[in-house]
């Protein structure tokens, strides 16, 4: 049981690129989400979706999203920024509120 | 929205030591749980607590929601028991929040 599953660990990306990052489980949860940890603070929530083909974002523009099925939740940066330079994480539960269980991160770096 | 608040910012324990770690929140929650994230950047997770007591070998957590806080005890601390803990909770809207953390460190 391998829970959830974020791919790649590290990545170093120029200004201006795009890019994806992978977030899979295989618990059959509804809900997922993706937040973003800057250094010495706690995580952000970017983006969520309650249930496949449903999306919801907290924060601006920058991050897109699509829940195409149960089990993959990607997040993508459309055009890199360095403000967008941090660890990203993704989560996954049952149902919105209930435990939430971590993917153990992407470090992301744009130059 | 809801605020999340941690306490200490920072702790630093001999091995052997017990510890309290205190986490305020603003408005009623569905939902709190407790993390531990280890050197790796790894969350994993400790307590799912919205009200009441749990106990976990050397680890136990209480939440009073009526009076809006959260505690997390850590009893004969080991080295391993170093990293950042923290508190993540549920708003009655849905909304997750994260506190900011505490960094324990345990000296051998």
């Known amino acids: 049981n391998a829970g959830v599953t974020q791919t790649p660990k590290f990545h170093i990306l120029k200004t201006g690129q795009s890019m994806t990052l992978q977030c899979a489980q295989d618990m059959n949860h509804g809900y997922m989400s993706w937040y973003r940890q800057d250094p010495g603070m706690g995580l952000r929530l970017i983006y969520y979706s309650a249930a496949a083909g449903t999306t919801d974002k907290e924060v601006p523009n920058g991050y897109n999203v699509s829940r195409l099925n149960t089990e993959d939740f990607p997040l993508r940066l459309v055009s890199a920024a360095p403000s967008q330079t941090s660890v990203y994480l993704c989560?996954?539960?049952?149902?919105?509120?209930?435990?939430?269980?971590f993917g153990q991160g992407t470090r992301l770096t744009v130059v | 929205g809801i605020q999340v608040e941690q306490s200490p910012p920072d702790l630093i324990l001999q091995e052997g030591a017990n510890s309290t770690l205190r986490c305020n929140f603003s408005d009623s929650v569905n939902n709190l749980q407790w993390f531990h994230q280890n050197p790796w950047g790894q969350l994993i997770n400790l307590f799912y607590?919205?009200?009441g007591t749990k106990q976990n070998g050397r680890l136990s957590a209480t939440t009073v929601a009526t009076e809006r806080y959260s505690l997390l005890y850590i009893s004969s601390s080991q080295t391993t028991d170093s990293g950042v803990y923290f508190c993540?909770?549920?708003?009655?809207?849905?909304?997750?929040?994260f506190g900011d953390g505490t960094t324990l460190t345990v000296k051998p």
């Open positions: 993540a909770v549920v708003s009655n809207a849905g909304k997750s929040t």
């Open positions: 989560a996954s539960s049952y149902g919105e509120g209930t435990e939430a269980f």
């Open positions: 607590i919205p009200s």
